[in-house]
């Protein structure tokens, strides 16, 4: 018995252009109430665009269709594949999709207002049809599928029909201005459009501004291939040292993140820094930001020599070279013998350390870099009965940033508020200092020790006002 075979109509202006389906005025601004000319308009869903004129207006009309003098209430177009349908009657948008055969491959009944990506809605390559009907009035379409959406039918299917919308996307697209995109719920309406001037990073001769975007390093889009929490072996130019290292369990390495390094006291070891969180900040990390880094010192006695400022920049080249890392949010911590190290980076490392936060810290070394006339962002905590790191000495390292941070070093003339003798800690921010980099001085009774508490409390208020200042940044 011979098979029958369906053969798909081909509809020829079925659809005629009738009376106006909707009109959508504007008129786009800056943030100045001037017009902006020449930007581009689009309607994302419909696949419509346009320019304003020199008044900052545009105008999209599209006519509703109608069929044999029976105008109906609603509008459909294709753009590169994709239907865009409105319906505002009762009757609904019926969608057929037949292979060249005639074999029907999809039949769908849609609302509303939407779109639907009809090359999603078959597997293979080759041309097809889709035959379009709202109430008497149709229309068939002739498109074609490279047939790469490599999936079952039903997939292909639902993958399309995710994209329905009742929504329609504006978006505003100007040379100098941030892209704008609103949601329109109605098409027959008038709009006012502000689009706000990009913002521009200024430029300094060296450092970045509070707040400034990102600074990708070359190491974004790369593969990481050593433990994401633990320890490794590093080869640097005088030998090997062990790295104690935590990256955030969801790591995206095209997203910059910021880098903290944490430097042991005398006595101390990597491992002990990253046991306790890296000074207490790794768990202030609630929305995993930052890669926390601990190298190992050179030994008990003198854990960080001059060597070990050539150990930094290997290390440091060598986690922007292979991580995805915002360079311009590098930080360092330590205490004691590892706050001395830090404060000694904050020297001469000006132009790749952000800010540094030292715990009991001196200004004085084994080896101390010559210094550079250069801010940075820099936070102190001090014991008042440390008998090791004196008050005085922490004093003597505060004042040499104070010098450095603001005119003329007129910041050493602030008298800043310390701890009176009760009560809780004292955190002190310099006014006087370059806004850029900011001064914190924080003050309590207490010993050489890094995690300060205040009274009746079991936790230390160190790491808190650690992360707050670094978050200025």
């Not at 790469?148 to 100007?174: M, P």
């Not at 150990?311 to 013998?337: H, K, M």
């Not at 790491?463 to 200042?469: G, I, L, V």
Request: charged share 20%; net charge neutral; hydrophobic share 35%.
């Amino acid at each position: 018995m011979k098979k029958s075979v369906w053969k798909p109509l081909v509809f020829v202006c079925t659809l005629a252009v009738g009376a106006n389906a909707f009109t959508l005025t504007g008129k786009v601004n800056d943030e100045q109430g001037a017009a902006v000319s020449g930007a581009s308009v689009l309607l994302v869903q419909n696949g419509l665009s346009t320019k304003t004129d020199d008044k900052g207006e545009f105008k999209f009309t599209q006519d509703e269709m109608s069929v044999m003098g029976r105008v109906l209430p609603g509008y459909i177009s294709v753009n590169n594949g994709v239907l865009s349908f409105s319906q505002r009657s009762s009757e609904p948008v019926q969608v057929q999709i037949f292979d060249m055969m005639g074999n029907r491959l999809m039949s769908e009944t849609l609302y509303g207002s939407g779109s639907l990506d009809l090359q999603a809605c078959v597997k293979a390559q080759g041309a097809y049809y889709a035959n379009v009907k709202i109430g008497s009035a149709q229309r068939s379409i002739r498109f074609t599928s490279n047939g790469n959406y490599g999936a079952s039918f039903g997939n292909g299917q639902k993958a399309a029909l995710a994209k329905l919308s009742t929504d329609e996307t504006l978006k505003v697209i100007a040379d100098g201005f941030d892209t704008l995109s609103v949601i329109l719920n109605k098409l027959d309406t008038n709009v006012l459009l502000t689009v706000k001037k990009t913002k521009a990073e200024p430029q300094y001769a060296y450092g970045w501004g509070l707040k400034n975007d990102p600074v990708p390093t070359r190491g974004c889009g790369k593969t990481w291939n050593r433990v994401k929490s633990g320890s490794y072996d590093f080869q640097w130019s005088k030998g090997k040292r062990t790295i104690r290292i935590d990256i955030p369990d969801n790591y995206d390495n095209n997203k910059p993140y910021r880098l903290v390094f944490g430097m042991h006291c005398m006595g101390g070891w990597a491992g002990g820094v990253q046991q306790e969180g890296y000074y207490g900040l790794k768990p202030l990390d609630t929305e995993k930001t930052t890669i926390f880094v601990a190298p190992e010192g050179n030994g008990n006695q003198a854990p960080w020599g001059q060597d070990d400022y050539l150990l930094f920049d290997e290390l440091l080249a060598d986690l922007q070279s292979n991580l995805c890392i915002d360079s311009s949010r590098v930080f360092s911590t330590g205490f004691s013998y590892g706050s001395m190290f830090s404060n000694g980076l904050s020297w001469n490392h000006q132009d790749v350390l952000r800010a540094v936060a030292v715990y009991e810290t001196a200004e004085r070394n084994i080896w101390l870099p010559q210094r550079k006339k250069m801010g940075i962002g820099w936070m102190g905590v001090l014991g008042l009965q440390d008998d090791l790191c004196r008050p005085e000495m922490g004093r003597a390292a505060r004042d040499i940033i104070l010098e450095l941070n603001s005119e003329g070093g007129k910041a050493k003339n602030e008298k800043a508020q310390e701890y009176g003798g009760n009560g809780p800690h004292v955190c002190y921010d310099y006014t006087t200092v370059e806004e850029r980099f900011p001064v914190r001085w924080c003050t309590q009774n207490g010993g050489h020790i890094w995690d300060h508490k205040d009274p009746g409390q079991q936790k230390s208020w160190v790491p808190q006002a650690t992360w707050e200042f670094f978050n200025k940044f």
